[in-house]
C-alpha cells in the first residue's frame, strides 16, 4: 500500500483558505503534508496528527535563515518552499501568521509579485503575435495565428489568477468596488467575446474570441469543480 499520495490544490489564488483546510483535514487522518507538487501537493502517511497549515509568500536572499528563524520561535515550523511560496505548520491555537490587516495586505503584495512579472511578458507578446497575424498572409500568418492562440490559452488563465489576487488584496484593503469589478471582468470578457464573434467577420478575430471563451469557460469549470470537490468529497472524508 502506498504510504504517500496527491492532494490537488484549488489554486493558491483562489482557495489558499479551502487548501490549509483540507491539508489540516488529512493530518488528522495521518496524511502529513511533505512537499509541494505540480498542482498540488504530496502527502505523506504517518501518525495522525492535529496540525494548521498556512502559507507565506516572501523572496528570500541572505535573509532566509532570519526569516525561517522568526517562524520557528512563532511555533511555526517549515514544510517545503516553492520558489517565494512557503508552506508552514504549527499546533493548534498558534498564533497565526497574519494577524492584523496590514500584515494579510502585505501578503497579497507578494503573492502578486511573480504574476507581474509573468503579465509583464506574456500580455504584450500575446498582443503583438495577434497585430502580426492580423498584418501578415501565408505561412508568416500561420505561424503567428497559432503562437497567439497558444498565449492567449496560456495568458487568461494567467490574468484571472492575477485578478484574483488584486482582488484579494482590495477586500483585505475594504475597496468594495474594485472586488466587485474583479468578479464581474471575466462575465464581461465573454460577453464581449461573443458580440465579436456574431459582429466580425474576420476569422482571425472569432478565433481570438473563441480563445478568450474557451480559456475562460476552462477557469471557471476548474473553480467550480474544486470548490465542489472541497464541499462535497472533503468534508464528509
Do not use: C
Not at 38 to 54: H, K, R, V, W
Amino acid at each position: 500500500m502506498s504510504r504517500t499520495k496527491y492532494m490537488m490544490s484549488g489554486g493558491l489564488a483562489f482557495s489558499e483558505q479551502k487548501d490549509m483546510e483540507k491539508l489540516r483535514k488529512y493530518s488528522s487522518e495521518g496524511w502529513h503534508v511533505r512537499k509541494f507538487s505540480f498542482l498540488g501537493y504530496t502527502l505523506e502517511q504517518g501518525e495522525s496528527a492535529d496540525y494548521i497549515y498556512s502559507i507565506d509568500y516572501r523572496t528570500l536572499d541572505n535573509d532566509a535563515e532570519e526569516y525561517f528563524e522568526l517562524f520557528k520561535d512563532a511555533g511555526w515550523s517549515l514544510v517545503d518552499s516553492a520558489g517565494d511560496i512557503h508552506l508552514f505548520r504549527a499546533a493548534p491555537h498558534t498564533k497565526p501568521i497574519y494577524t492584523d490587516r496590514d500584515t494579510t495586505i502585505e501578503k497579497y503584495k507578494s503573492q502578486k509579485k511573480p504574476l507581474n512579472l509573468a503579465m509583464l511578458t506574456l500580455v504584450p507578446g500575446t498582443i503583438i503575435s495577434w497585430m502580426i497575424s492580423l498584418q501578415t498572409t501565408g505561412s508568416i500568418h500561420t505561424l503567428f495565428f497559432s503562437l497567439a492562440l497558444l498565449l492567449t490559452v496560456i495568458t487568461i488563465p494567467l490574468l484571472w489568477t492575477a485578478l484574483t489576487s488584486y482582488g484579494n488584496q482590495w477586500k483585505a484593503e475594504n475597496k468594495t468596488g474594485l472586488v466587485l469589478l474583479t468578479k464581474l471582468l471575466p462575465a464581461a470578457a465573454v460577453v464581449i467575446a461573443v458580440y465579436a464573434i456574431v459582429e466580425s467577420d474576420l476569422k482571425t478575430v472569432q478565433m481570438l474570441a473563441a480563445a478568450v471563451i474557451g480559456a475562460t469557460v476552462f477557469v471557471t469549470f476548474i473553480t467550480l469543480f474544486m470548490s465542489l470537490y472541497h464541499r462535497f468529497k472533503v468534508n464528509k472524508a
